[in-house]
């Protein structure tokens, strides 16, 4: 019995220690598994450092440390907690960003935290023991999985980026398109230099990935002289801003002259003999003395300007038309004045080139194509011809137009050399000159015209003439020759005829003075006839006339001249049948008489027309 009993005792110590052994296992025991890692956090301890959040020396609070997959002893449930945490993934083609919850403060002339060796902030005690800096960090986690401590980082991701005020396609890979340029804006670094207006290009930052490198170097923050070119970039974006903008196309038949307003000093290299302008090497202040050539260039058009300038010949034209390259677009036709007085315009065309080694100088000396044309070709051509118009009249510049256009040549290739652009020609076009001048040159010449029209017109017609004439005398030959017979015969009818008119004539002749013989002696007679009557009756005329003379003298000398005169007038009038007393006569003395009068005519004047009436004109009553 006694051995029984201790063997239950045995086996009940036993199993005591057995429990009490799993209880301090279980009390002290931490099991991690792979996908996992323990946050550990001491209950009891030394108090942090003020502004310390994260325990480096086994003071209370987070620990530094995390536990990694597996058993974990030692540390008792009453005095550590641990707490669970999944791994960080970065998805492919993503970036993370990290916040650190404790470090240093970051100095006032930044606003990233500086990159330390942390193993990509898997190492919380390495960060801070290596001067971490607390708040957001320039360094980065790419694509991968990572072991993160929580209470030191915060981990920015696609996931939670809108927490943060980030963007998701900001935290993924950023690409520039094979046909762009990344212009890049840097938040952090050094000030920019006074006078630069952008930051100087630094090495060994990788593209702007490293933004630590970046800054070591000596990089300054804003605007940058340095670009990105086509791929794909991990960048931070609390550390660079990306901006793509197509890349400088200088087409076939140009070439590019670099302006740059960014670079080393600038330093002339253009020669004494080289006026009204300078030219620098590549990559410094000033106009590049070497041009771009055909193609595509990542230029950085933000603190560089690129002038293209043709190398093939450039037409411009003092016109109405504009060329496809659009210089001439400001350009009209130059008015001038001639010698005479008269105001026309005349339209120009210009031809030019520049070669590929002349055009960073002439950019120097003028700026761009178009003050080219503007401040040089304009009035150097146009005062040319408005002095060479000066010298002649009108007519007379029209009529030697060639050698205008050729003394225009000359002058303007000789002015144009000076700006390193070579005169191909002058050509002067269409030439407006007064309407009212051109009027009376265009009828002087109409009339001309005309005049020789008539004269060619009347020689054909005169051709016309002898040719119709030549055809009909061609085509009347037989007709010719019968009519030559007919002529023979009638020759020979003719004689005959002749002869027996002869006789016939001597006939009529013979009677006609016959009969002109006896028609002499009848008027002769006749003649004679008539005088003889004309004297009688002359004679008797003469006789009348002395008697009535006659007659007049005795009335006068009886009755005298006034009173003979009124007897023949009353005759006369008498002869025509002229009234020289009225028909009825009132008259009478007094008052009474007169009354009477007036009564007795106004019965009268009622009785006279009615008897006109019934008298016909012959005097006689009607019946």
């Not at 025991?29 to 946050?39: A, F, P, V």
């Not at 990159?115 to 790419?142: I, P, T």
């Not at 006659?550 to 009038?573: D, P, R």
Request: glycine share 10%.
């Amino acid at each position: 019995m006694f051995a029984l009993l201790a063997e239950h005792w045995v086996i009940a110590v036993a199993m005591a220690l057995v429990g009490a052994a799993l209880l301090v296992l279980f009390a002290g025991t931490w099991i991690i598994s792979e996908d996992e890692s323990g946050l550990v956090i001491k209950k009891f301890g030394a108090a942090l450092p003020p502004g310390r959040l994260i325990a480096l020396e086994g003071e209370a609070g987070y620990q530094a440390d995390l536990l990694p997959p597996g058993w974990h002893f030692g540390l008792w449930r009453w005095k550590y907690r641990v707490e669970r945490v999944p791994m960080l993934s970065v998805r492919s083609g993503e970036i993370a960003l990290v916040v650190a919850a404790d470090g240093t403060a970051i100095p006032g002339d930044r606003i990233l935290g500086h990159e330390v060796d942390s193993d990509d902030f898997q190492n919380a005690r390495a960060f801070l023991e290596n001067g971490g800096e607390k708040g957001r960090q320039v360094a980065f986690l790419r694509a991968g999985a990572y072991r993160i401590n929580p209470a030191a980082f915060q981990v920015v991701t696609t996931d939670n980026a809108e927490q943060f005020g980030v963007h998701e396609r900001e935290l993924q890979v950023y690409s520039v398109a094979p046909d762009k340029v990344g212009i890049v804006a840097v938040l952090d670094g050094k000030p920019i230099p006074t006078g630069d207006v952008a930051g100087p290009p630094v090495i060994g930052h990788d593209s702007f990935q490293s933004g630590q490198a970046f800054i070591d170097a000596g990089g300054c923050r804003g605007l940058q002289e340095q670009v990105l070119l086509s791929g794909s970039w991990n960048l931070n974006p609390w550390f660079v801003k990306v901006e793509q903008i197509p890349m400088t196309e200088v087409p076939i038949g140009s070439v590019g002259v670099v302006v740059s307003y960014v670079g080393k000093e600038h330093l002339d290299v253009s020669g004494a003999d080289f006026t009204h302008g300078d030219l620098v090497e590549r990559g410094r202040k000033g106009v590049w003395v070497e041009a771009l050539l055909p193609g595509k260039h990542p230029i950085n058009t933000k603190v560089m300007k690129v002038e293209l300038v043709p190398t093939t010949n450039i037409v411009l034209n003092w016109a109405g038309r504009v060329e496809q390259h659009g210089y001439d677009q400001k350009l009209a036709p130059i008015t001038v004045r001639s010698h005479d007085g008269f105001s026309f315009t005349l339209d120009v065309s210009q031809i030019i080139h520049i070669g590929m080694k002349q055009a960073p100088r002439v950019i120097s000396r003028v700026g761009s194509m178009q003050n080219l044309v503007d401040h040089v070709l304009q009035p150097t051509v146009a005062n040319y011809f408005r002095n060479s118009a000066q010298q002649v009249g009108v007519l007379e510049f029209l009529s030697a137009r060639s050698d205008r256009q050729r003394e225009a040549y000359d002058a303007i290739k000789a002015a144009l050399s000076a700006y390193d652009v070579e005169c191909i020609d002058t050509l002067i076009g269409d030439i407006q000159p007064p309407a009212e001048l051109m009027k009376t040159q265009t009828d002087r010449k109409i009339a001309e015209e005309l005049q020789r029209t008539y004269g060619v017109q009347r020689e054909a017609q005169v051709k016309r003439q002898q040719l119709e004439r030549e055809t009909s005398i061609a085509n009347m030959q037989g007709e010719v020759v019968r009519s030559e017979q007919m002529v023979a015969i009638s020759e020979k009818n003719a004689l005959a005829v002749a002869e027996t008119a002869r006789g016939e004539a001597s006939r009529v002749r013979f009677a006609a003075e016959a009969e002109a013989d006896a028609t002499r002696q009848r008027a002769e007679a006749q003649a004679t006839a008539t005088r003889l009557n004309g004297d009688a009756e002359a004679e008797a005329t003469k006789a009348i006339g002395a008697a009535k003379a006659e007659a007049y003298k005795v009335g006068v000398e009886a009755m005298g001249n006034a009173a003979f005169t009124s007897v023949q007038l009353a005759t006369i009038l008498g002869q025509h049948g002229v009234k020289l007393v009225p028909d009825i006569a009132v008259s009478g003395g007094g008052e009474a008489g007169g009354l009477a009068s007036v009564m007795v005519a106004k019965l009268l004047q009622r009785e006279l027309p009615a008897k006109a009436a019934l008298t016909p004109a012959n005097g006689k009553p009607a019946v």
